[in-house]
């Protein structure tokens, strides 16, 4: 939709009262999500309804000698605080179910965490993406929702990986998937990975779970097409295939079409996969190159009268998992934990990944579709961290924020160094 002036001013207009006065619906939001979790008392609903606005409104570090600085509890309680456990999943998911529109996908993506010392329980070699290599530190696998019609991920779960002799990486992530199964499925049957999960021991286990799997193959995977056709008469086995798939070169005659645009064209077809012994609905997708040479990507769904499209849109929105990972990292202090325990960790990973979630919901999906602007965390950290310091002149000084010849002046001191300012 084209936006004209008036658009824009109204779309500015609107920008401009949801900074302002949707700050007063953290705590709104918070508690409501709380309301819907059993075994909270008092004490522990105003500490975390305090922690998540901490985390969207600390600039720099955010670590218990930050949380004291600017908190209203010492370091110590913080510690303690940490220690105890919360129901992030469940919080989460409430949070899910209110604010995004309907339509997900669960999305599971381990990410390296940086962490010196020999310590801290989990810390090893992991893979760093950014780095493209291993690296010494911790890791945590994230789970997410990802909202399919908004284009955006809600996190919903971080687990630190943790070195055992007992069971391999694969089955440790599996586990995880399995142990949240109930609280999963009350969002989405659908669960996205990328390729390095497109193996038969995962896919085997997420489909014993109720679960479909949703990732890419290798290139060069090993498949075959189906036999369709009236029995042989042949003593034996009936017939199951008719030849293996060439994948550069597929048999246009057995995949349909599916799309096709300026820079790929998109076929899809149920074939045999060799290395994860079963069917698997194929989305064969050959991207274009300028130079002549076609290269080409195949994307499954376990799930085989799921439609090819929407095998390809799940998949393809499953890179916002990486955007919450980038925002948490910059903004809300996802590797300042300065903590040893496993416990602490969990709850500072799960803590700042959840206060995303908010500042989504509050600053970002409050707007109609249509007028939302680029979700920029950057801005509301800004705008957070300058409603802190406000408040704190305004109890200093006894200034009055609710006068009207102060409402000017505090809107522009809110969006001081925002990058719409």
């Known amino acids: 939709m084209s936006l004209t002036i008036s658009n824009l001013v109204v779309l500015s207009q609107a920008i401009q009262v949801m900074i302002i006065r949707e700050q007063n619906l953290y705590k709104e939001l918070i508690f409501n999500m709380l309301n819907k979790l059993s075994k909270i008392n008092q004490w522990r609903r105003s500490f975390i309804g305090e922690i998540l606005i901490l985390f969207l409104s600390i600039r720099g570090k955010i670590n218990f000698l930050q949380l004291a600085r600017y908190g209203n509890f010492s370091e110590q309680r913080y510690r303690q605080q940490f220690e105890k456990s919360f129901d992030f999943l469940n919080f989460n998911k409430e949070l899910v179910l209110s604010s995004g529109s309907g339509r997900y996908a669960i999305a599971f993506d381990p990410s390296y965490i940086s ?35 908004n284009h955006t991920a809600f996190h919903l779960d971080a687990v630190q990986t943790l070195n055992t002799s007992e069971q391999n990486l694969t089955d440790w992530y599996a586990q995880i998937i399995y142990d949240r199964t109930d609280s999963l499925a009350a969002i989405s049957n659908y669960l996205v990975a990328d390729a390095w999960f497109s193996k038969k021991p995962f896919t085997d286990k997420v489909v014993s779970f ?8 290798r290139d060069d995977a090993n498949l075959r097409y189906l036999y369709k056709g009236p029995p042989t008469g042949k003593r034996g086995r009936h017939k199951q295939y008719i030849g293996k798939v060439i994948n550069n070169d597929i048999d ?3 995949f349909g079409f599916v799309c096709e645009d300026e820079h790929s064209k998109v076929y899809a077809a149920e074939v045999y996969s060799v290395a994860l012994k079963r069917n698997v609905m194929l989305v064969h997708v050959t991207n274009l190159k300028a130079k002549g040479k076609d290269v080409y990507k195949l994307y499954f769904s376990t799930d085989v009268n799921m439609k090819p499209a929407d095998v390809l849109l799940y998949y393809r929105n499953r890179f916002q998992i990486e955007f919450l990972y980038r925002d948490a990292k910059q903004h809300t202090g996802l590797i300042d934990a300065q903590a040893r325990s496993e416990n602490k960790l969990n709850f500072h990973f799960n803590a700042s990944l959840t206060a995303i979630n908010l500042a989504k919901a509050i600053h970002w ?8 602007p680029a979700f920029s965390m950057s801005d509301i950290k ?18 009055s924020p609710h006068l009207l010849k102060n409402q000017n002046d505090i809107k522009e001191l809110i969006c001081y160094g925002t990058i719409a300012a």
Not at 123 to 144: D, F, H, P, Q, R
Request: hydrophobic share 40%; aromatic share 12%.
């Open 365 to 372: 999906l409050s707007i109609p579709k249509q007028l939302r």
């Open 115 to 149: 962490k010196s010392g020999k310590k801290t329980p989990g810390v090893g070699w992991y893979w760093s993406g950014c780095a493209n290599s291993t690296k010494w530190g911790l890791e945590i696998g994230g789970i997410a929702a990802i909202d399919i019609d």
């Open 252 to 254: 246009k005659q057995y």
């Open 382 to 399: 800004t705008m957070n961290h300058n409603i802190l310091m406000l408040n704190r002149f305004f109890s200093v000084f006894g200034i």
């Open 210 to 217: 109720g679960m479909h799997l949703i990732s890419r193959l």
